[in-house]
């Protein structure tokens, strides 16, 4: 009696708070048939913002599987004083409001910031350009991709890189054919993990970007000015790509978890 009872009181409890909105996305999108859905897709103003989503996620996804595996074997192979204060700084972008984050990149960089300063009388502005959105995503999920990579390492069994180190191993050596492969569930997670939610990031890319049409307007800020001038069907057919672009980012991470977790 339990077990169905408990079935149908989790469904039930999902249905309003999970199921039923994202549902609602594909039923909206297809309502007008999938001619309609299509036209708002292909609209040059959608690929634009769907290819910049794309691309500033995936040179952000790199710089943070590159330096948080360089941070994350620091932070776990040295004890100093102040390094459990790093450690909480460094995840502190994923507890803050994103709008925060971008406003503090805005106080940093902006032509009147703190660092943004010295570059504007060099013609230098990374504020409201591309470079801005990958500065944001960078700042905003650099915790998911050292904190996947932190957990691995503090688990991690040392016997054999200290077995590598009594055969003559130099450092580079043991990290390169023993650390490394031990780390490629952690860094595979990572790296999809730090993908996807660039490709959503919404409150810190607004405030940096200028949500600028053709220059620097990315597929959630797309959703969002579309919604606003009332092309719900533009602004829903984006949405619709982007919960599928989800769901199959988390369908790997479930269904190659086996193969993901092993040493």
């Known amino acids: 009696m339990v077990r169905p009872l408990s079935l149908t009181a989790m469904i039930a409890m999902m249905l309003p708070l999970v199921l039923l909105p994202l549902a609602s996305i594909f039923i909206f999108g297809t309502s007008k048939g999938l001619g309609s859905f299509w036209a708002a897709l292909t609209a040059p103003e959608a690929i634009f913002a769907l290819k910049l989503s794309m691309v500033t996620s995936f040179w952000a996804t790199c710089f943070n599987v590159?330096?948080?595996?360089?941070?994350a074997y620091v932070l776990s192979r040295y004890m100093f004083w102040g390094r459990t204060a790093l450690i909480v700084t460094i995840s502190l972008p994923t507890?803050?409001?994103?709008?925060?984050a971008g406003f503090s990149l805005?106080?940093?960089?902006?032509?009147?910031?703190?660092?943004?300063?010295w570059l504007a009388p060099?013609?230098?502005?990374?504020?409201?350009?591309?470079?801005?959105i990958v500065i944001a995503n960078i700042f905003v999920t650099f915790p998911l991709a050292f904190g996947v990579m932190m957990s691995v390492f503090e688990t991690m069994n040392r016997s054999l890189e200290e077995a590598s180190a009594t055969?003559?191993?130099?450092?580079?050596?043991?990290?390169?054919?023993v650390t490394l492969p031990s780390l490629r569930g952690a860094i595979v997670t990572g790296a999809l993990l730090t993908f996807a939610r660039a490709v959503g990031e919404f409150g810190s890319t607004i405030l940096v970007s200028g949500n600028l049409a053709f220059h620097t307007q990315t597929?959630?800020?797309y959703?969002?000015?579309?919604?606003?001038?009332?092309?719900?069907?533009?602004?829903?057919?984006?949405?619709?790509?982007?919960a599928l672009f989800s769901f199959f980012i988390f369908s790997i991470l479930f269904f190659t978890r086996d193969w993901l977790d092993t040493e």
């Open 66 to 71: 590159l330096f948080g595996l360089f941070a």
């Open 95 to 100: 507890a803050i409001p994103t709008a925060v």
């Open 106 to 117: 805005l106080l940093l960089w902006g032509p009147y910031g703190v660092l943004g300063q």
């Open 122 to 132: 060099y013609g230098v502005q990374l504020m409201f350009t591309p470079y801005a």
């Open 167 to 177: 055969i003559g191993a130099t450092r580079w050596q043991t990290f390169w054919h």
């Open 219 to 221: 597929a959630p800020l």
């Open 223 to 242: 959703i969002f000015a579309k919604f606003n001038e009332g092309q719900v069907e533009a602004a829903n057919a984006v949405a619709i790509v982007l």
